[in-house]
């Protein structure tokens, strides 16, 4: 419950109508999409520009009130679940494509903006903005800075950290901080737009953000590889990227996720295939041909029974429709997803994939492996149902084990889905404690009342 | 003057060798590659491994001892320049290179390597380390981090920050905080290696840096184009990002450079031109072929009286050698070499190249411009004596000039040379006071005694 008087701030600031306290509303922001349990916010507002965004971190700041900033709440590990009793701020009427400079090679834009539709934007100036998480769809560039999402592309482009160039966010207190800009160079004053990258929305509220652009690739090929043996595709991937290769994407399937998706939508998919690699290569023509043709080399000597190279955009689109399948398809087999990504060095992976399958075995469960192979960021995404305690108990046991895995391998916890409420326990496993100390100091003095995303990264602190 | 126990703990710390007291040792320690005012440290203490390191910071903020940590001292904006009396604490024998990993495409490095020794080992890898500061045969790579280095190739492949995928470094408690990893994907709790990147020593002692590598392009070209008019030539660079060609390098000259080089080192090349432009494009085969002959057009389209295709590498390094030949060449004209590096985007290069000329002018002043066109990141040098009072305030106001002039055209203080004691009473020009404000409160809690090089970016602090 909130105040009368609060409730009435609220509305001064951002109107009446961008006001929600009912309870139907409260519920659908209290969940992103993490299996994670809910908690309710006292109020949802939907500032609809900045001044107002402003306003409402100051009001919250001087009451105490807990806030999340949420974009979509595609968020993966909890890091878009408000406190409760909180305060949700929604990003969505911030949707502004405030510039897109083709001479200089960037665009500004509002937080709120969604991910995909701004990628078309930038297409249609003949220009590429390269970051593709997997919810671009409906996902928002803020969210995504705030994350440092991934997706398929990051092997060749790299992450959406890539691209930020400057951020300008309100700190606690409502005042706007600048940092970055619009130059190629630019080394003036902390790197606080590379801090605000990964934060997760604790220690400030973006405003705008300004982000690269690159030329796009003027060819590109597609394949598809199926091997009959699962530690021979993960020896290709190691061996594509040893052999100086870099592909745009390089995606990996393992047999339970190719029997999924083709149940899931027939799309003529080998059964019998223990593994798929989905493979693109991009740039100039010339060095498209000679890419493509190494890479299919190295798959066949790697055993693979077949390499089928797209012909057409068609037959592109069919392959990368089987790697978007891929989720949703597996997220049908049983009522709980847990979708990970633990990530290792590359060379890693084939030592990860016998570590998944030892893992699974031990624990009885069902893995369904397909994501990134080429940057070392798989997707383990273990099938399951929350309701049976039992079960769940050793889901739990393996989602550590995995985690113990990915660092012993000198891995990461996450390579892209962010810390948030689900993984903050596991921070000590990674960095020791001084990272934590360092980063709540930190945290303690640019955010004194704790009211920032609290919880999130850092666990639950004493403020 | 150091008092006789801290001396000793200090011996005790890091040898008796490595503790250095006399006045001609702490006078080589008392300034660097800026033309700024020197300052004498009480004592110079040089480390050998990483727990002495740590030790030493501990012990520094301990005794409330301001703390400059210091690589070569190329710094060009009197990041370098210790606090009167106090330490300055050297990296060159923390100078190991620990892992480069051939298969990740990673190399784990101390701070104190050099960064030109460093690449040679890398390409002798078959690798490559991009960044290439004008100070590479002796800059370390931890200067080139807490500073965010860039060079030559950035218009293609980036700056330092581009490059640094973790760094472990003391608090200044002495603490190790480790931070980013080795996976291309590491999302995983803060991005502090971001937050160090360009904090110029003052929030952390680096201990062990994780710097990303790349596969070398196949193959490349360099050219040389010759301009009447120097508008014409800024225009060329302008029209060559907007034909979505993305040289490797991209530099100017303008005719006072070109002859002072000449002046220096006969090399043959156009007194009479206005301006030069030096090219490089690199990857396929292919793709330099057709990326050569587009470059070839444009400037030819914008009036180049000559465009000369280096046909081997003698001549590919005669190019290369008159650039690196600009900064000495100049420096040898006047007694003191002010080198600015304002930065602008690119499309407003013209308009900057204009703004140049008319401050020299209204100044009466001896500019040379030279630089990395290709990102906006030109380097007006300031050629005067700085005994000569009236010259001099004349050449403070120059620079104020500029500044406003590269702000004014979207423009940052610094592209890569950093704000030191140089640019720091300018910050607020740029960002206003809310970044300032927030990097001040966040380094009061990060640094409570300010000991960490002080002074450096966010100017004097009261603690």
């Known amino acids: 419950m909130i105040r009368d008087a609060?409730?009435?701030?609220f509305q001064k600031i951002v109107g009446k109508d961008n006001v929600m306290?009912?309870?139907?509303e409260l519920h659908a922001y209290s969940y992103d999409s993490a299996v994670l349990d809910q908690a309710q916010p006292a109020v949802v507002v939907?500032?609809?520009?900045?001044?107002?965004?402003?306003?409402?971190?100051?009001?919250?700041?001087?009451?105490?009130?807990?806030?999340t900033v949420r974009g979509a709440g595609t968020n993966l590990s909890g890091g878009t679940i408000p406190h409760p009793g909180g305060v949700v701020c929604l990003t969505t009427a911030l949707d502004k494509v405030l510039e897109i400079n083709e001479e200089d090679l960037y665009a500004v834009v509002q937080p709120g903006v969604v991910?995909?539709?701004?990628?078309?934007?930038?297409?249609?100036?003949g220009l590429l903005y390269p970051p593709d998480p997997g919810s671009q769809a409906v996902s928002t560039l803020g969210g995504n800075v705030a994350e440092n999402a991934g997706g398929l592309r990051a092997l060749k482009y790299g992450v959406t950290k890539d691209y930020v160039m400057g951020v300008d966010f309100f700190d606690v207190n409502g005042e706007l901080v600048a940092s970055g800009g619009k130059t190629v160079k630019c080394v003036t004053g902390y790197n606080l737009a590379g801090l605000m990258i990964a934060s997760e929305g604790t220690l400030g509220v973006f405003e705008k953000i300004i982000l690269k652009l690159v030329p796009p690739p003027a060819a590109y090929k597609s394949m598809m590889a199926v091997f009959p043996d699962m530690m021979d595709a993960s020896r290709a991937v190691a061996a594509i990227i040893a052999n100086k290769i870099v592909p745009a994407t390089l995606e990996f399937m393992d047999n339970f996720t190719i029997r999924t998706i083709e149940n899931f939508r027939k799309a003529g998919l080998p059964l019998d295939a223990a593994a798929m690699l989905l493979?693109?290569?991009?740039?100039?023509?010339?060095?498209?041909?000679?890419?493509?043709?190494?890479?299919?080399?190295?798959?066949?000597?790697?055993?693979?029974?077949?390499?089928?190279?797209?012909?057409?955009?068609?037959?592109?689109?069919?392959?990368?429709?089987?790697?978007?399948?891929?989720?949703?398809?597996?997220?049908?087999?049983r009522p709980t997803t847990v979708l990970e990504d633990a990530t290792v060095p590359r060379s890693k992976i084939p030592a990860m994939m016998e570590a998944l399958g030892r893992i699974a075995k031990k624990y009885d469960l069902t893995i369904g492996t397909f994501g990134h192979a080429g940057d070392g960021n798989l997707h383990p995404t273990i099938l399951t149902d929350k309701r049976d305690q039992q079960e769940w108990h050793r889901v739990e046991a393996a989602i550590d084990a995995?985690?113990?895995?990915?660092?012993?391998?000198?891995?990461?916890?996450?390579?892209?889905?962010?810390?948030?409420?689900?993984k903050a326990k596991y921070m000590k496993n990674e960095y020791g404690v001084g990272a934590i100390n360092y980063s709540r100091r930190m945290k303690s003095v640019l955010d004194p009342n704790n009211i920032l995303n609290p919880g999130k990264i850092l666990g639950p602190l004493l403020a």
Request: one cysteine or more; charged letters at 30%; aromatic letters at 2%.
């Open 6 to 9: 609060l409730k009435n701030e």
């Open 21 to 24: 306290t009912e309870a139907a």
């Open 46 to 67: 939907r500032p609809e520009n900045s001044e107002s965004l402003g306003k409402v971190v100051k009001l919250c700041n001087e009451n105490g009130l807990k806030l």
């Open 115 to 125: 991910t995909a539709k701004f990628a078309a934007q930038v297409a249609a100036k």
């Open 279 to 333: 493979i693109e290569v991009d740039g100039h023509q010339a060095q498209v041909e000679d890419d493509a043709a190494k890479v299919e080399a190295i798959c066949k000597e790697h055993k693979a029974v077949s390499v089928r190279v797209a012909k057409d955009d068609a037959e592109r689109n069919a392959v990368w429709q089987a790697r978007r399948d891929a989720l949703p398809a597996l997220a049908r087999v």
């Open 402 to 422: 995995i985690f113990e895995e990915a660092l012993a391998l000198g891995g990461t916890l996450s390579g892209e889905h962010g810390i948030g409420l689900a």
